[in-house]
């Protein structure tokens, strides 16, 4: 399946792919009032390593999802390769962020747990962070499965 | 074509039957559910009671998962025993079922010692299953006094549920601190004041001796008024059908890593067993949702005959108070080294032995702390990790660049 993937060789740092991915899962269509004067919780997270380097970091929508086995509320589940929670049923317990080894499911500010579902269910259709990423740092591609 | 029987009908029954299915889409399954619900969330029945989920938004899969499944479920049944030679179990209304593999998980009930008096009151309650939230709920009242035996996970959560909803909470507890099996005396202190900040009233190191209708009189000679008591002091592993076979018996069902028993053919899983920390390197009763399904999976694969190991657990909890967050895992061993950051909203507390980090308690501040857990699961010697900006915040780029590389541009 696709997934989103870095090439950390070009990325700037510049955390746009944050802010894209907070807009394109407010719910709002106007980028400054989804934004402005308010703390962002975005789905990715652009980490800079010791030796300078910048990349960003979302679900790797992994073969053996620990936070979906792990969820006690069965909220969290794998369709069609693609990892989403029902927040519906989440009740905010953050088992998911105790079990995620790669730091991927955030807490989103307001008590419960959101995580990238490739903008499968917001009104984008595609990844927001790869499509606004200045320097094409960040792809959704197809690169095999996990043996 | 395979016969698989499960025991119980909880996570790990659930993750048995996932397991099951991912190996062998053929043989039967066949569920003893003693409960006559399908499975469900059992540690959101605080979150029921305090109306942040309903009955229907508890169920653990969709209303199809056993038709999807092939399961056939017997509700309201029990099983009484097992004859590992005929490959048979016992069920409580006469019936025999055969079996090619069984996996038994039958989870844990609560454990009640004895107090002088306690027959004499007449609301009182545990808080394990969905039955004991809405009989609870039944009985109380926005004038209650409500007297909580057990300051542990359990019965904090219940105080949290009942906030709102009954007049005063008061929790007592031998030990001297909250929540004694998953953190330490700083930790619980933070919690602990916390919990008094939002209404909740603490008996330390004190239980209740005797009762008296709706009176108890405590250790300590104070004497509490309550109308609703529940009892929360603990739970013990459901064993009894497993050790009566001849199977191995600790404090829980002793199950290796593949989530077999020592008889042939029948596994276990869930809060019945017990198996290996790989943080402490014991083995003991570690009844936690996660690793109850991780088990059951574990042991659906296996008896479908696949080859599957669960050889990384470990104890961990992720819980929350009235907003204030608290995650746990591994564990604390004597003479460990420790690392701490604190202040007056969040603690941070990370135990380090032999090279490598062993376990942490978090309060306040729930921002990757997967990443912690997995240097945990995965045993990662910290020579190979930059710990010191580990320290400040997990983050993948502390880790090696061969293993970010692995994580972040291939599937995983």
Redesign the interface.
Same mark, same amino acid.
């Given at each position: 399946m696709k997934?989103i993937?870095?090439k950390?060789q070009w990325c700037l740092g510049c955390h746009l792919c944050e802010y894209n991915c907070a807009f394109a899962n407010s719910g709002m269509t106007d980028m400054v009032k989804a934004l402005r004067g308010k703390q962002i919780y975005p789905r990715i997270?652009v980490?800079?390593?010791?030796d300078g380097v910048t990349?960003a970091?979302s679900c790797?929508h992994? &073969?053996d999802p620990?936070c979906v086995?792990?969820c006690?509320?069965?909220a969290l589940s794998k369709k069609d390769g693609v990892i989403e929670i029902d927040h519906?049923?989440c009740?905010?317990?953050? &088992?998911?962020?105790?079990?995620?080894?790669?730091?991927a499911?955030?807490?989103d500010g307001s008590?419960v747990a959101q995580k990238c579902e490739l903008c499968m269910k917001n009104s984008c259709g595609a990844p927001a962070c790869v499509k606004g990423c200045p320097n094409g740092a960040i792809v959704y591609e197809e690169?095999?499965?996990?043996k | 074509m395979k016969r698989y029987v499960i025991i119980g009908n909880g996570t790990a029954a659930a993750?048995c039957i996932e397991g099951i299915r991912s190996a062998d889409a053929e043989g039967s399954i066949t569920v003893i559910s003693a409960e006559n619900y399908p499975v469900y969330?059992r540690?959101?029945i605080s979150?029921y009671l305090e109306k942040?989920?309903d009955l229907r938004?508890? %169920?653990?899969?969709a209303d199809s998962f056993y038709a999807d499944n092939h399961a056939d479920v017997r509700y309201g049944i029990q099983a009484t025993g097992i004859d590992a030679a005929a490959k048979e179990i016992m069920l409580d209304n006469g019936g025999k079922l055969p079996y090619d593999a069984l996996c038994v998980c039958t989870g844990s009930a609560p454990f009640i010692p004895p107090m002088q008096g306690l027959e004499t009151v007449q609301n009182k309650f545990p808080f394990m299953t969905i039955d004991d939230a809405l009989a609870l709920e039944k009985a109380v009242t926005p004038e209650s006094r409500v007297l909580i035996i057990g300051a542990g996970l359990i019965g904090l959560k219940c105080a949290e549920g009942l906030h709102g909803r009954v007049q005063q909470i008061t929790v007592c507890d031998l030990a001297p601190r909250v929540l004694s099996s998953i953190l330490d005396d700083k930790c619980a202190a933070m919690m602990q004041k916390h919990l008094e900040a939002n209404g909740i009233r603490f008996l330390l190191g004190t239980s209740a001796q005797s009762f008296s209708g709706n009176s108890a009189v405590m250790q300590n000679g104070e004497t509490v008024d309550f109308d609703v008591l529940v009892l929360a002091v603990g739970v013990r592993a459901n064993t009894a059908i497993v050790k009566n076979a001849g199977g191995s018996v600790g404090r829980g069902i002793l199950v290796d890593d593949a989530c077999r028993t020592n008889l042939p053919d029948v596994y276990a899983a869930g809060d019945c067993t017990e198996y290996h920390d790989i943080s402490s390197d014991s083995v003991k009763v570690m009844a936690l949702?996660?690793n109850a399904?991780?088990q059951g999976?574990t042991a659906g694969v296996n008896m479908a005959g696949g080859a599957a190991l669960f050889d990384n657990a470990i104890p961990?909890?992720?819980?929350?108070f009235f907003?204030l967050?608290c %995650?746990t895992?591994g564990s604390q061993p004597e003479g460990c080294e420790m690392y701490e950051e604190a202040d007056d909203s969040h603690i941070k507390r990370l135990f380090v032995r032999d090279g490598r980090l062993v376990g942490f308690m978090l309060i306040g501040h729930?921002?990757?702390?997967?990443?912690y857990?997995?240097l945990i699961?995965?045993r990662t010697p910290l020579s190979e990790v930059?710990f010191a900006?580990l320290k400040i915040e997990?983050? $993948? *780029?502390?880790l090696s *660049?061969e293993y970010?590389d692995h994580? $972040?541009?291939? *599937?995983?």
């Open positions: 997934r993937y870095v950390e997270q980490e800079t390593g010791a990349y970091v790797r992994c &073969t620990l086995k792990s006690i509320a069965g519906e049923k009740v905010g317990c953050l &088992t998911c962020v105790l079990v995620c080894p790669y730091g499911v955030i807490e008590g690169r095999g499965e996990a | 993750g969330c540690p959101l979150y942040k989920t938004r508890m %169920h653990y899969r949702m996660p399904y991780m999976h961990m909890n992720s819980i929350g907003g967050h %995650h895992a729930m921002h990757r702390t997967g990443i857990t997995a699961r995965n930059d900006r997990p983050q $993948l *780029a502390a *660049a970010r994580v $972040l541009k291939g *599937a995983v």
